[in-house]
């Protein structure tokens, strides 16, 4: 078990890495600099801001340079908020972003998992239908149409929710969440639906009911366990996902989440917080993956003995 | 007789089963009766698709409806008709007095769940009983059905069970609420026949302990001639013989009756094919190993066999799952690398030969696999099927290609018109037979044909047989003929090798190995086979 987290980990520092430096060129290819800006700035106060961070210095000596203090745990200060660091940054941003995504799975998964379940139980029938009717609609739907449309008609019309914001007035947190968790509750809802139909057809379903079993306790007991191991496997890059992909959510509700940084840094070249950003996200989505792995690994017998019994 | 009749245990009177497809209404089961009595064996006898599981299942409402119906008839169990019972009171009578023992052990218990959790399930839903109870009674019954040391192996998964350890878990689940009637679906035939023949023993201790009335669904009818009372015969969904065992064995009056007795494979081959005396196959202390991350010692899968095989020799290898045999003939035609030994075909060390010499010798021998369903290639049509190695190896001009397919088309008994279609559009015999033909396109001299008969039907797997044997002699094949099944291997084989355990324990000419059997091992596989009475009269 240890070892297969620790194997793990160190297949994923060369990914880390190549994201890294892929992120750290590709950046500097992009037109324009930080201190580019509409006004025209005196060429003397630029090349003093540009020696200040470095950025008049070989290229490769710059990345060398952020790489020794990416070892010691530090992003590098912002270019664009003077005096904050990107640790600062991403500590302020994460708590919520983190929170948000949390909110929209546990939304995904109660949502997309009852109506997957429901419909894989009545196939074929309108129960089976409907679900994945809403389910392609929540795919096919982009979260900045499904935002705003939530708000017209939850906020504006029904005024049920408030329209925006973050913790500042009861149910604001409603929205961003379903928001973000619409089109994940739809692939949950159709993974689940394909795992327990899959799993229903097994002949050791066949078993349980043969054994005089109610329907329930042959779902429940039976098929939900091996049902659901597709969407355990899903839940770790679905979080990740979350995480990375809430910046459009963020935006139209005014969530002052990650996301949103890390936008602007990219309009803004903010070079060090692009990276850092970008670091911090491919790491939570390294570990993620693992650990979703290691919870699908221990719900099967068969890989929990092969991992967890003989290291 | 009219008396016995008025309390039998089960009675089937004129059920009819359909299934509603989208070609329209298939009738699965007509009009069929039979009568089932306490601490008495029915056999039901079909091949896949005659019906007969269907019937049973219907019975106990466990096919899906819709599509499935059940049209007409009755089944008188203890008074009440089960087909019109409530779903709740048949589920009361499911499992607690009428219970079901399913073909593949594999696939029928769930993964998820211990053994223990399983067994105790019906104890748990139909009596009510404590955990600890449940638990008591379990292991009680593990150790009845052969289980060595219940108390532990009751928290294992079944992955961590063999094949036929699994069918003991079945049958003893299926027993543990002392069922009055059971009902067993091929339970044999997905299993080695020394285990079946343990299975068969205990099924029909446990019935006579139990004074059991059971229902025994099998393709073979040589696995039930030695216990059935009663034996019905259907095909295509309806019962085309019924009656005694001795009255069916003895005196079949239908012909699908007397197809089926005599797919039943017995006696050797008639006449020795084999040509001159230098071998053209030559294994010397062959050695093949699995290193395993999960045990320290490598697995010896093939352990120090030496043998040879004559031109023109068909040599039979048995052996049980598990005993090396595939890996062996996979070794010789260096599928598997083996670690250590020589094998020589016509006096080349393969061993050693390079990849792309050893391309270039597989033109002259070929291997047969056991799954005619997973060996062809989906996305290609017969003729690319066969094709392809002509094209490959160079067999014949480009320009004759397709007479060529035609001729093997024929020699294996295809018609040309399925030329263009796909492995799915034919049935598992047939699939075979495709499968033979690839083999034979390269016109190789060797053949090692790994179980290629044992996925198939009886009445199927004496058709595919008897057109190897045909095959061998027209195309002078030399072949290593692997199989589980001693009397496949004895109909077929000039010469017998039986290998337990990674080593050959025994080797002699067919009338010797079953006449003067010398080793233990041999014996016992020679008692397991079934229908014994059969093969000698």
Known sequence: MIRFVVVRIFQALPVILAVITATFFLIRMAPGGPFDSEKAVMPEVKAALEAQYKLDRPILDQYFSYLADLGEG???????????????????????????????????????????????????????????????????????????????????????????????????????????????????????????????????????????????RVITQHALRGGLM??????????????????????????????????????????????????????????????????????????RSELFNYD | MQKINSNHLLKVDGLSVSFVTRNGIARAVEDISFTVDRGKTTAIIGESGSGKSVSCYSLLGLIPTPPGKIDSGSAIFDGQDLLRLSDERLRSIRGRRISMIFQDPMTCLNPFMTIGKQLAEPLICHQRLRRGQARDLSI?????????????????????????????????????????????????TALDVTIQAQMLSLITELQNKRDLGVIFISHDLSVVSDFADDVIVMQKGRIVESGDRSSILGSPTHPYTKKLLSAIPRGGKAVSSVRGDDPLVQVKNLNTWFSSARYRTPIRAVSNVSFSILPGEVVGLVGESGSGKSTLGRSIVQLIKPTSGSVKFADLELTKLSNSSMKHQRRFMQIIFQDPFASLNPRMTVFDTLAEPMHLHKIVENKDVTSAVFKIMNDVGLTRSSVRKYPHEFSGGQRQRIAIGRALAVRPKFIVADEPVSALDVTIQSQVLTLIQELIDEYGLTMLFISHDLSVIRKISDRILIMHKGSIVEEGSSSKIFEHPENDYTRALIDAIPGRKLQVS
Request: net charge negative; aromatic share 12%.
């Open chain 1, 74 to 216: 530090d992003f590098g200060p912002s270019f664009k908020y003077p005096g904050r660091s990107v640790n600062e940054l991403i500590a302020a941003g994460m708590p919520v972003t983190a929170e948000l995504g949390f909110y929209a799975l546990i939304f995904a998964v109660i949502v997309g998992g009852l109506s997957g379940v429901i419909a894989s139980l009545h196939p074929n029938t309108w129960r089976d239908h409907l679900p994945m009717t809403f389910a392609m609609i929540g795919i096919c739907v982009p979260s900045f149409l499904l935002g705003p449309s939530l708000m017209l008609l939850f906020g504006v019309h029904l005024d049920w929710f408030p329209v925006s914001g973050w913790g500042d007035i009861p149910g604001d947190k409603v929205l961003p969440s379903i928001t973000l968790g619409a089109a994940y509750a739809a692939y949950v809802s159709r993974l689940s639906r394909a795992g327990m139909l899959e799993v229903l057809s097994q002949d050791y379903i066949r078993t349980a009911r043969a054994k005089g079993l109610s329907e329930w």
């Open chain 1, 230 to 303: 597709p969407l355990v496997a899903f839940l770790g890059p679905a979080f990740a996902g979350l995480l990375s992909g809430s910046f459009v959510v963020e935006t139209i509700f005014q969530v002052p989440g990650l996301g949103r940084f890390y936008v602007q840094a990219a309009f803004n070249r903010d070079y060090t917080m692009i990276l850092g950003t970008t670091i911090f996200l491919s790491t939570l989505i390294v570990i993620f993956n693992l650990m979703s792995d290691v919870l699908a690994a221990w719900m099967n017998p068969r890989l």
């Open chain 2, 140 to 188: 009680e019954l593990l150790r009845e059905v052969g289980i060595r040391e219940p108390e532990v192996t009751i928290d294992c998964f079944p992955h961590e069970f063999s094949g036929g350890m699994r069918q003991r878990v079945m049958i003893a689940m299926a027993l543990i609420n002392e069922p009055e009637l059971l009902i067993a679906d091929e339970p044999t």
